[in-house]
């Protein structure tokens, strides 16, 4: 075998300096990878990184590694490979440096064989650091998996097998392979090299075999042409996996080495006439972005988490996602290509323009092509990505300068990979910001004087108008003409004088917002040359705090706005929580879609009943699904309802509230005002008159507490956990979203609480606690195995039964 998992019996410490870690420095905690240093730090008001680091620090750590080495190890090659490190990786063996990279997101390796003692315990030491560089929450330390890299001398360099299918029809598919073949010992070696593909039942369909001969330190790269009968494709409905296994050995069979990679078959199409078709078969993405933290694991990108939250966005109705503003772990790609999710996987959010002061601007010039070479070697087999962006909301898209590195980073992606297109991610604000911006400083300010809703009114209102103007068609044409795809960032206005300006032009909505989901959707429909579009976001993250919040106020002078104060944790502008819960406009996005046809319930927290709502750009109706509150009879509240049905009737207790329109003429949503009364309220969808799907909320008065896990079985090793859901239900076993309660967790057995939270976007607590506050009746405790065996959570709370659950840890 030529990875190992290399998680294990790590330590990490804070960073302070050489001479005060020479005199002791801090003390070292013991961990498993992958780990988030900053999550376990303490946020203040007054941390520099502020609103969009979510008040978390920045600082410096080590991790530190004890490994023994052994003697055969000698006529072997060995390195080690992080998945990610954020950020300013440093590598040393035995307090000797031995390699680093710069950029957080990318995959590297670094020889290990200098610097190794063999026959003895090694110690493998890692700095990272993270201080004002992101527009977000990074998380801090090795925060994805880490594998040790063992070879024979003459070996198959296991990350660079490539695999395409250039070919393919009903009857057969032509599978190409290139393997990398490398000779590190100081004689000419006979080798022979036998390639198989296996279908995802395991059968052997297509092999070869041929003799290699190469010279002592060499490189070669071995090609073979094979061909698979009746090849079932991948795709999102049926996410067919092969995988190419490659063999080399000598020639009497003593030695070999193995490697093996999952691909897909598949083909991909694009023109502005049909859209995209994958297989054949058209295709409009329904997109998610999504940042890489893991909420309340922080950043920690855990193999489940990753897999977890792509069962979770799919079933919510997506197909696509996009890797929001960074390369996606590996570990998403291989989920993804799993479950049948699409992605669009991201290089940057900057180059030579800075959004903070200490970003990947410092490194641009010097990284950028390493790093796209990192993102390209990661994802050349995953079938599931189809699309390479070279950066979101670049500064210099306008300019000729930017057009020109966008051809550079475009050109470079196609170097490495012919067989995926390449979009961008144009903000036209941000194209032509230097030219505009003072005309919107002055509307601004007259907006202010008049409160929130028309400060977000008049930048709508600007914005619409700034991405229709001349000056962003043709400042962003070059850029643009460097990719395959024009990607717009809320820009569906542009999509129809895109089509006459420019026939030839496929377009994404690389972002668009939950607001007007509708109009968007309805727009990428309409428009054969527009791919689909990308919503902002599907799964809420930590930092770039309550850009989707609801503010409330009973007076009219109060403008409201403002940077949302400590201690906002989170964006609040996700489809679905930090803890996987989905919230009501996912719902609503899911019938927009066509993928539901029952109406949906929701009520606008009544406790707000005739305030003001402040709501900011991202945000979506401040509503929960439940119609249990503690409200006196009689209290007005507003209700919701989400429909593609023609006409919606709202019954409450068996008298009818009265019919409203909805369905597309009127955005899919309809809103009654009702006086609160305990009992039934049922949603009746009318379609040409007639009743047809119905929903119903049911008042519910008692309030049990109850914990389940979404697996009864798990892995025994570093990649896996276990979610427990902790819920309060009602006696119907519907959820009793009030009031919030502590809930604390106990874990007994072979594992461990890896975090506990729930999704309140407001809040002081940690997620390293073994307590926590419900929010809306809800919070979820992460469970990592710490060996094989049963794992026991108990789940208590003031005045109630306990709730426990038992999972399984089985030995791999």
């Excluded at 009943?609 to 007005?636: H, I, K, N």
Aim: with cysteine; charged share 25%; aromatic share 10%.
């Amino acid at each position: 075998m030529t990875r190992h998992l290399f998680n294990d019996d790590w330590a990490v410490r804070r960073k302070i300096s050489g001479f005060v870690d020479l005199m002791g420095g801090a003390e070292w905690q013991k961990v498993t990878l992958p780990h988030d240093a900053m999550i376990e730090f303490a946020r203040s008001a007054d941390a520099p990184g502020g609103a969009s680091a979510a008040f978390f620090p920045g600082g410096e750590v080590e991790y530190a590694k004890r490994f023994a080495v052994p003697v055969e190890w000698r006529d072997q090659r060995v390195a080690i490979e992080f998945e990610g490190v954020y950020r300013d990786a440093m590598v040393y063996v035995n307090n000797e440096f031995a390699g680093q990279w710069r950029y957080g997101y990318s995959v590297f390796r670094v020889p290990l064989d200098a610097h190794l003692r063999y026959g003895q315990d090694n110690v493998i030491r890692v700095e990272a650091r993270a201080h004002l560089d992101s527009r977000w929450y990074t998380g801090l330390g090795i925060y994805r998996d880490v594998h040790l890299v063992l070879t024979p001398l003459a070996h198959i360099v296991d990350d660079e097998i490539r695999v395409t299918t250039p070919d393919v029809d009903g009857e057969r598919a032509v599978v190409e392979s290139a393997v990398l073949v490398r000779n590190e010992s100081h004689l000419t070696r006979q080798l022979v090299l036998e390639v198989e593909v296996r279908d995802d039942d395991g059968e052997v369909v297509a092999l070869n075999s041929g003799p290699v001969t190469i010279h002592p330190n060499r490189t070669t790269t071995v090609r073979n042409r094979l061909y698979v009968d009746d090849p079932r494709r991948w795709g999102v409905d049926h996410p067919h996996l092969y995988e190419l296994r490659a063999r080399l050995r000598d020639e009497d069979g003593h030695e070999s080495h193995e490697v093996s990679t999952s691909f897909g078959i598949r083909t991909l199409r694009i023109d502005p006439r049909h859209g995209l078709r994958i297989n054949d078969e058209p295709v409009k993405l329904r997109g998610a972005c999504v940042h890489h933290d893991n909420g309340p694991l922080g950043a920690a990108t855990v193999r489940r988490a990753e897999e977890r939250r792509i069962e979770l966005l799919k079933a919510a109705g997506f197909n696509a996602i996009r890797s929001s503003h960074c390369p996606a772990s590996p570990a998403m790609l291989d989920a993804c290509d799993r479950l049948g999710v699409l992605v669009f996987d991201e290089t940057f959010d900057a180059w030579t323009e800075m959004n903070k002061p200490f970003d990947y601007t410092l490194d641009f010039p010097e990284w950028w092509e390493r790093d796209v070479d990192a993102l390209v070697k990661k994802d050349f087999n995953h079938p599931s990505v189809i699309l390479y962006c070279i950066g979101n909301e670049i500064h210099e898209y306008g300019s000729g300068f930017g057009a020109s590195l966008a051809r550079d980073i475009a050109e470079r992606i196609r170097l490495r990979d012919d067989t995926r297109f390449v979009a961008t991610a144009v903000s036209s604000f941000w194209a032509v910001a230097g030219e505009v911006i003072d005309d919107l400083k002055q509307r601004l300010e007259d907006a202010t004087a008049r409160g929130v809703n028309d400060v977000m009114n008049e930048m709508t209102e600007f914005f619409d108008g700034v991405t229709v103007s001349d000056v962003v068609t043709v400042r962003t044409a070059e850029a643009h003409a460097a990719a395959d795809i024009a990607g717009l960032n809320y820009a569906e206005a542009r999509y129809a004088s895109d089509a006459r300006v420019f026939p030839n032009r496929v377009v994404l909505g690389s972002e668009t917002n939950p607001r007007v989901t509708a109009q968007s959707w309805m727009q990428t429909l309409a428009h054969d040359h527009v791919i689909g579009g990308f919503t902002w976001t599907g799964w809420d993250y930590l930092g770039e705090v309550g850009l989707g919040r609801t503010d409330y106020t009973d007076d009219p002078e109060v403008r409201g706005g403002g940077d949302p104060a400590f201690p906002w944790l989170t964006a609040w502008a996700g489809d679905l929580d930090i803890t996987g819960f989905r919230r009501p406009q996912s719902y609503y996005r899911e019938i927009v879609y066509g993928l539901r046809k029952e109406p949906y319930l929701a009520v606008l927290r009544p406790e707000h009943y005739g305030q003001r709502r402040l709501e900011m750009q991202w945000a979506w109706s401040d509503a929960v699904a439940s119609w249990s509150w503690d409200l006196p009879q009689g209290a007005r509240a507003e209700v919701e309802v989400y429909s593609d049905a023609d006409e919606v009737e709202l019954v409450l207790n068996g008298t009818t509230l009265g019919r409203s329109p909805a369905g597309p003429a009127h955005d899919f949503r309809t809103l009654f005002d009702v006086a609160y009364e305990p009992g039934e309220l049922v949603a009746v969808a009318y379609r040409d008159g007639v009743p047809c799907e119905r929903t119903t909320l049911v008042t519910g008065f008692e309030r049990q507490l109850v914990a389940s896990a979404d697996r009864s079985r798990i892995r025994a090793d570093s990649t896996d956990l276990a979610y427990i859901s902790i819920e309060f239900h009602d006696e119907h076993g519907g959820l009793n979203p009030s009031p919030d309660s502590v809930v604390r967790v106990a874990v007994d057995g072979a594992g461990e609480l890896a975090a506990l939270g729930s999704a309140r976007p407001v809040t002081e607590e940690r997620f390293d606690a073994a307590s926590c506050t419900t929010f809306d009746g809800r919070a979820v405790a992460i469970v990592r195995p710490s060996g094989a065996g049963e794992i026991t959570v108990t789940v208590s709370a003031g005045g109630m039964v306990d709730a426990q659950v038992t999972v399984t840890a089985e030995a791999v």
